[in-house]
């Protein structure tokens, strides 16, 4: 038989143990969440395409939550336990040069559940892959709402590649010619398409051009598409994109920018429609050609227009 004194002391350190478990478990439920165990990489038999192949996916495992407040959400997808914010799902994949010559790929890649709803898009650029040269990468689907379901798979949803000389220089870089050119992703209404092109002057002299860009149309191959009229203006495409502004010679000092446009309809009547996969731009003739992605729908109209460069505001 206990005494008093050590009945009091049996209760008293009962009543602590409990009131320690308690709080604890008030603490995760206000988090939300339970920790994260480790990360759990399947690999993947994906065909590819166009030269990138999935081949590993990587998901975050998570711990038992202790019992949580029954009044807060408790369905919290595992995915995006990570105190960082970052989902922690991450797929690897390998890009595969089977060409003759050195490519720069983009990539568009969509994470997604198991009823096939695409719960994050993200993309990433290599650069620099050779001829017969294999290139791995990693692309993360980032930060997710507490709500997304569960991702169980990736799927690359599209490719395009350009000559690695010819590639739009990465951001946050400058050229060797001091002059950066890239393309937008347009803009697109009832059957017009406007697609803005940016020259920035990332170098430490003056640039200048004058009138329009000058273009190459090219199909999946890289070689001339033949046939379609390049435009300068858009007055023979639509009237209603607005006036052009006069071709003028623009002079851009450090830091400064113009842009252009490219401004098409895919309207679709007698005959086979053309799509162009790649457009090349230079400057000004003369000027160092960069190979953007547009992908001119151009339907059976057979022609694009080209709006002259002009100064970017601010």
């Not at 870089?173 to 890239?182: F, K």
């Not at 429609?273 to 109209?301: C, M």
Request: hydrophobic share 35%; net charge positive.
């Amino acid at each position: 038989m206990r005494s008093p004194g050590s009945l009091l002391s049996f209760l008293a350190a009962t009543a602590l143990l409990l009131t320690a478990c308690g709080s604890e478990r008030a603490s995760s439920a206000d988090a939300g969440v339970g920790p994260t165990g480790r990360p759990s990489t399947t690999r993947v038999d994906d065909p590819g395409k166009d030269g990138v192949r999935i081949t590993s996916l990587t998901l975050p495992t998570a711990s038992p939550s202790p019992s949580p407040s029954p009044t807060r959400r408790t369905s919290v997808s595992a995915d995006s336990l990570r105190l960082d914010g970052d989902s922690g799902i991450s797929a690897t994949f390998d890009v595969t040069n089977s060409g003759a010559k050195t490519l720069t790929y983009s990539i568009n890649f969509t994470f997604m559940s198991s009823d096939g709803g695409a719960m994050s898009g993200q993309s990433a650029t290599v650069r620099d892959v050779g001829p017969g040269k294999t290139v791995r990468g990693t692309v993360r689907a980032g930060k997710l709402p507490p709500s997304t379901p569960r991702i169980t798979r990736v799927k690359v949803l599209d490719v395009t590649k350009v000559p690695a000389g010819e590639a739009p220089a990465q951001p946050g870089t400058c050229p060797a010619s001091g002059i950066r050119v890239s393309a937008d992703k347009g803009d697109a209404a009832m059957g017009l398409r406007i697609v803005g092109l940016h020259l920035d002057n990332c170098g430490t002299r003056d640039y200048t051009v004058d009138g329009y860009p000058q273009l190459e149309l090219l199909d999946d191959d890289f070689g001339p598409v033949d046939g379609i009229r390049i435009l300068h203006g858009s007055g023979g495409i639509t009237a209603g994109a607005g006036p052009d502004e006069q071709p003028r010679r623009v002079l851009l000092k450090p830091g400064e920018s113009a842009r252009a446009s490219l401004v098409w309809r895919n309207t679709t009547e007698a005959g086979t429609a053309v799509d162009v996969p790649y457009v090349r731009v230079r400057a000004k003739t003369g000027a160092d050609p960069v190979t953007v992605t547009p992908h001119l729908d151009l339907g059976t109209t057979g022609k694009l227009g080209v709006r002259p460069w002009v100064k970017a505001n601010g």
